[in-house]
């Protein structure tokens, strides 16, 4: 029994040993360094707003505390972002990208086009799920379900075919047939927002972090539908899970695989092509800064909530979407034509 305990002791110092060695490569290797996330969007929307949030914090967290810069890279729904990893990024474990998730469903429905197999790259983490809801603007504004039905027409904006707020669109008007036209384009939230608030738009569809907090408080903005069970504080219990409005199979499977990105909300991931500890180091950054009171308490500010998933379970769930039956993926690639 000694001699057994004598062997796990051992065995338990090489692994800290192993794990020190670990942690002062990294170390030598990030100080002085500067450590940047690229975002494929524009700046001052959702998906820009988190990751500026994270690029506050994570440098605390990374052995060397390099510098973190955040570059926006936007295109092509920010599949262009996606695609530098592999492209031209430095492979060295200092450059990640956050991205919007719509692509992961284009990726499966539209595998010919997208040609990115999002389970291939290194996944750091998500942040939070994307509590998307949709909303009419002004006094005379889409106000509920039935409101927005009962219109000849309702005017969303959209980054392009792929994007998350283009799936949203596409959803309202051929799952359940609403009278949407959506108008492509928009760089990013901002823009859009800007175009809600000249009238060029009848309201928008976006994360509930998207939206404004001036406009929800003073009663601007009137959001009636959600995309996701769950709901988070900022949106009224009031509002109604579009899934309460299927009346259909297909209709709910549908549903499914196009609000799957919603799932994966704000995501971070880094080319599989870089050193495995490096990589590690930054998994380890990420799941810190989602503990640090400080990163939490800016983003509560923001109204952006932290419900963190692994890299692993992100990877994990993007396999199980690949799995669903051709007929079923068949037929939402027609949201794409």
Sequence with gaps: MIRNGAVVCNLVVQLSLL?????????DFYQG?????VVGSTPGGGFDTVARGVARHIGDHIAGRPTTIVQNMPGAGSLTAVRY????????????TSFNAGLITQSIVERDKVKIDFATFDWIGVVSPEFVVCYGYGPNGVSSW??????????????????GNYLTAATLREVFHAPVK???GFPGDAERRLAVQRGELDGDCSAISSVPVEWLRDGKAHIFVRFTEERAPEIPNTVPYI?????SQEQEQL????????????PFIMSNQLPPDRAAEIRKAF???MDDPAFRGDLEKLQVPVIPLSGTAARDFIAKLSAFPPDLVAKARRFYE
Excluded: N, Y
């Design 85 to 96: 990893l592999d492209a031209t990024a430095p492979k060295d474990g200092t450059v990640m």
């Design 33 to 37: 360094k500067t450590f940047t996330i």
């Design 146 to 163: 039935e409101d927005m039905m009962g219109r000849k027409e309702f005017v969303l904006g959209a980054t392009g075919f792929g994007a």
């Design 287 to 289: 799941v810190a800064t």
């Design 182 to 184: 959506v108008i492509l």
């Design 255 to 266: 549903l499914e695989l196009l609000s799957a990105g919603d799932r994966i909300g704000r």
């Design 243 to 247: 899934g309460s409005f299927a009346k």
């Design 19 to 27: 794990g020190a060695t670990v942690a002062s490569g990294a170390a």
